[in-house]
């Protein structure tokens, strides 16, 4: 700061406090040196001393946004009240950062009267910010009104539907301009990818993946860090974890959020073995763990049922690397105790905790106590999730299907007699298939799919072939119970048995089935398939809203254990 007062000092003493060449260096120093006082001190000299010229606001504005927004406003109020020109840097910036009271939509109407409007700079600020902001609708009718649009106008759309929810549109943008707009110059950019790829990940499309992963190498972009983990990222949740595996070793470099994907990867995939060993190789890589990467260690003990590796996990947290457990990290120790049916350890580990449990973890804690049929510690978990947070629909779901179980239905009308009351409607079962790059959705118990008759009856004949081969249908267990969604009755199949049907009688080359299901699959869904798998000679790979299960030869990946 000192030498910003000397600098301003000279400049006073040698008569060249007004010279707007002098000036406009003096404020290029301040940037230099970046604070929130030198921003504050380099606002006033220019709001003392107003220069004709955009440029030294663009600095001083860039320099306050981000210490000081409100001030960065002001003085982009004052060089318009004064009637300092703007040029094409100052709307982007502004837009760019948000500033508070100069929103897109106070902006427009100056840009437009400004003449800005046809500016491919300010379009595509605009439409960043628009998107940003939650307008996407304007956001794209600006996109389509655009006489001439380059490759950042393409890669701002494509971020904003990624980031808004929108994969689907994000992904068939980013194929549009690779086919139909000459105008799109053949290079692309990193983080156009990294929202592409983002997009591919939630929708779980495998065949459009491998589709961008060529595209990525044809375009000679490298597998760096961020490329390079977001694309294991992809591969793992649209269910091929090999692929996955295949560009972490391809990679010539990796950072903990690198091996953090992989380990997720492997775990939700069930080699929680391989993943401890990919947990164990980072550290001796000489990277230092952080509490993602022990989360995903711990969700690899918790779905391989590794109780033993789990506490040493858990206490090496603190011993080795000074880590503190936060409230996911005992949630994941809570499930690993449930699943295993260490019920009372884990409540007692619970109550031990030295941070407040919240009802996320008393949740984990009733599930484990219903799968495990404990009525009295799934009463006493269900208090404790009610006094935090009363209006949550699945832990009524579970408790009613305890009760269900053990012929209590006293007590299971009970239930969903509150859980109408408290107005807690169920999210429907959705499966989803990709074929060619075609979206076909299943929902339980909804007939609008066109070809809803023939599978309704080839599903059918699917159960009765698979019945000969010993699966007996089963929706009373409760022992493995943790349906999320309504039992299965003659109309309403759940999702993930249509899905796989659909593939088996219009597409019965493929070798591979995989489905993204919504909800966890529930007992006898799971038995469906493992049958399907053997009898009809397919791999399935459903994943559900937990993890993958990988159906092959009459058994699955999780080993029964989800
Ligand atoms: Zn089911
Ligand atoms: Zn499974």
Redesign the pocket.
């Given at each position: 700061m000192n030498r910003v007062y000397n600098l301003h000092a000279t400049l006073i003493k040698t008569g060249q406090h007004n010279n707007p060449l002098s000036l406009r260096t003096f404020f290029l120093r301040c940037a230099e040196l970046p604070s929130a006082d030198t921003a504050s001190y380099a606002a006033a000299v220019l709001l003392r001393f107003p220069i004709p010229d955009p440029t030294p606001y663009n600095t001083v504005i860039r320099h306050l946004a981000l210490h000081s927004p409100t001030l960065a406003t002001t003085l982009f109020s004052h060089m318009h009240r004064t009637g300092v020109p703007v040029d094409h840097f100052t709307f982007p910036l502004i837009l760019r950062h948000s500033l508070p009271r100069l929103k897109p939509h106070h902006l427009h109407p100056l840009i437009l009267k400004l003449g800005f409007a046809s500016n491919i700079f300010v379009q595509n600020a605009l439409i960043n910010a628009y998107g940003s902001s939650g307008s996407l609708n304007l956001a794209v009718h600006l996109f389509d009104e655009m006489p001439q649009r380059d490759l950042a106008s393409w890669s701002t759309l494509i971020v904003c539907f990624t980031n808004n929810g929108y994969p689907a549109e994000a992904l068939s943008l980013f194929q549009q301009m690779q086919l139909g707009d000459p105008q799109v110059p053949e290079s692309t950019d990193g983080v156009m990818m990294l929202s592409v790829i983002s997009a591919v990940s939630s929708l779980g499309a495998l065949e459009l993946g491998i589709w961008v992963h060529a595209y990525i190498r044809r375009a000679g972009l490298g597998l760096t860090v961020p490329l390079g983990t977001a694309l294991i990222n992809m591969y793992s949740r649209c269910g091929s974890i090999d692929r996955s595996v295949k560009v972490f070793e391809e990679m010539p470099h990796r950072n903990v959020v690198t091996w953090t994907s992989l380990i997720t990867g492997l775990a939700v995939h069930g080699r929680s073995r391989e993943a401890l060993r990919a947990f164990r190789d980072m550290r001796e890589a000489g990277l230092r763990p952080d509490g993602a990467a022990y989360t995903a260690a711990l969700v690899a003990c918790s779905h391989g049922g590794l109780v033993e590796d789990g506490w040493r996990v858990f206490e090496s947290m603190r011993s080795e690397y000074g880590v503190y457990p936060m409230l996911e990290h005992y949630g994941c120790m809570v499930d690993l105790l449930g699943r295993a049916g260490m019920l009372l350890e884990a409540f007692k580990f619970v109550e031990d905790m030295p941070i407040k449990p919240n009802s996320v973890i008393w949740r984990t804690l009733l599930g484990a106590c219903v799968n495990h049929n404990d009525l009295v510690l799934a009463e006493k978990a269900k208090e404790r999730v009610n006094e935090l947070d009363p209006h949550h629909d699945g832990d009524y779901v579970l408790l009613s299907n305890a009760y269900g179980g053990v012929g209590n239905w006293g007590g299971k009308a009970g239930v969903r007699n509150s859980m109408r009351e408290n107005r807690i409607v169920k999210e429907p079962g959705l499966s989803v298939v990709h074929i060619d790059q075609v979206v076909h959705e299943f929902v339980s118990g909804d007939n609008s799919h066109p070809q809803w008759e023939e599978i309704m009856k080839f599903l059918v004949s699917v159960v009765d072939t698979i019945k000969l081969g010993g699966y007996a249908p089963n929706t009373s267990s409760v022992l493995h119970d943790i349906q999320e969604e309504e039992k299965e009755h003659s109309l309403g199949y759940h999702s993930e048995k249509l899905a796989v049907a659909f593939v088996l009688l219009y597409h019965r080359d493929r070798k591979a089935i995989r489905v993204i299901k919504n909800l966890r699959?529930c007992y006898d869904c799971?038995s469906f398939m493992k049958h399907v798998s053997g009898i009809f000679d397919k791999d399935i790979i459903i994943r559900d809203r937990n993890r993958f299960?990988h159906?092959s030869k009459g058994s699955?990946?999780?080993g029964?254990f989800?």
């Open positions: 699959i799971h299960h159906f699955c990946s999780c029964d989800w």
